[in-house]
């Protein structure tokens, strides 16, 4: 027996690790301290009652012989699929089939699965900072060597720079936006310049658009589709995770139009394939789960959660701000992308925030090397705790 060895080539990730680390021992040695973690990547609203209710429901379904459900459709019951393309698609526009709508267990998995249906000698566009997944999963599946990375700064907003006539044309490209880490957004014009490309060359854009709900002004494109001639370039990836606080639950899905038609084949019909033969459906229960949120009482609760996070965030950006830092995100995201002072590193800033506000952040080198010289901060928190942090930063740095 031998391993993939694809996984030794893999970097060892210590960034959550040595935050959590790092602040355990940080309130050992200061017993009487008050941390405050504005380093939360994961969403502390409880589900909306609409979903919880058509939970129940469903489970009482299960209890009854009649209404009873074994394994669900491969690419998910119609009921949600059809509220999906009603409510994401067809109410914005946007002309999608319901066939090229596939349910999955979230976004993570479909970013990291979809590589099985292409070719491993494709060379793939990543983004840095970035959201680590795109990066291991293409390792994990023997692309190490294909990875061309996209430089993102501050002068730009940090929007990656279309390669230039004579630079390596890659085959596929990762874009997130509003982005994980930074917050920062795609307006259309910029997104239909990376459409452009991806037609002109015949690369296939893969689009993670897992904090679209969080989108507040009408430039800024929730969906990839809204962009002309992205259904013959671009595959969606949405989540349920930051939409509707579905992160434990899990659901999610991916958007493969038919027009995408590669080496004579539809990447519609080969995930079609590759899911039904390796994933059996996502439960039942959490199936009307996702479904409920698609109602005008559902839309209302899921924005009260989703007000709540960008108002933190708001509040973050504006307070740091007022004390001298420059930063961007808090609009459009949960996230802030906080410059930090001269001199500093984005660990050893991490440790100073510690020590003198006692505020956790995660150190924005942890997400690539661009994320040098930043730190994320992040809205998932409370609003009390928030407001407690912001205050500690503008007395420790504000002048
Ligand atoms: C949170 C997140 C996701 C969502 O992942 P799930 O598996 O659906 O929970 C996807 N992409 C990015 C960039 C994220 O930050």
């Known amino acids: 027996m031998k391993i993939n060895k694809n996984f030794l080539d893999l970097e060892a990730s210590y960034l959550f690790s040595t935050v959590n680390k790092k602040t355990r021992e940080f309130i050992a040695s200061h017993p009487d301290s008050d941390v405050i973690k504005l380093s939360i990547g994961d969403v502390t609203k409880p589900l909306c009652p609409v979903v919880i209710d058509a939970m129940h429901k469903a489970v009482d379904e299960m209890a009854d012989e009649k209404t009873f459900r074994g394994y669900p459709p491969e690419q998910g019951y119609d009921f949600v699929r ?73 002068e730009t907003n940090f929007l990656p720079a279309l390669p230039a006539e004579g630079d390596a044309v890659p085959d596929i490209i990762y874009l997130c936006f509003p982005n994980n880490p930074t917050g920062t957004v795609a307006p259309k014009n910029y997104l239909k310049q990376w459409v452009d490309y991806a037609n002109a060359h015949h690369s296939l854009i893969l689009f993670d658009s897992a904090y679209e709900a969080f989108v507040t002004e009408p430039d800024v494109p929730k969906s990839i589709y809204e962009i002309e001639g992205a259904k013959s370039c671009a595959i969606e990836l949405r989540s349920f995770s930051k939409t509707a606080g579905f992160t434990g639950l899990r659901c999610g899905y991916t958007v493969v139009p038919h027009e995408l038609v590669f080496d004579g084949t539809e990447l519609n019909a080969l995930w079609f394939r590759r899911q ?11 199936q009307r789960a996702a479904e409920a949120i ?106």
């Open 276 to 286: 039904s033969t390796k994933f059996n459906g996502v439960s039942y229960v959490t």
């Open 294 to 399: 698609y109602s005008e009482e559902g839309q209302k609760q899921i924005q009260e959660n989703l007000s709540f996070y960008r108002e933190n965030a708001r509040l973050i950006f504006e307070g740091v701000s007022a004390a001298g830092f420059k930063a961007f995100g808090g609009k459009n995201s949960p996230y802030v992308w906080l410059q930090i002072p001269e001199g500093f590193t984005s660990w050893s800033f991490f440790d100073e925030l510690l020590e003198e506000c006692q505020v956790v952040g995660t150190p924005g080198s942890g997400f690539g090397k661009m994320g040098e010289g930043y730190l994320r901060l992040t809205g998932f928190g409370s609003r009390e705790r928030t407001i407690e942090a912001i205050e500690r930063i503008k007395a420790s740095f504000g002048r």
């Open 82 to 154: 059809e509220k999906i393309l009603e409510w994401d698609y067809t109410k914005r526009g946007i002309d999608i089939k319901l066939d090229e709508i596939f349910l999955s267990d979230g976004a993570k998995s479909d970013c990291g699965n979809i590589g099985d249906i292409f070719a491993t000698d494709n060379t793939v566009a990543i983004c840095d900072p970035v959201y680590p997944v795109y990066i291991d999963t293409n390792i994990m599946n023997g692309r190490k060597d294909k990875i061309i990375i996209l430089p993102c700064s501050a």
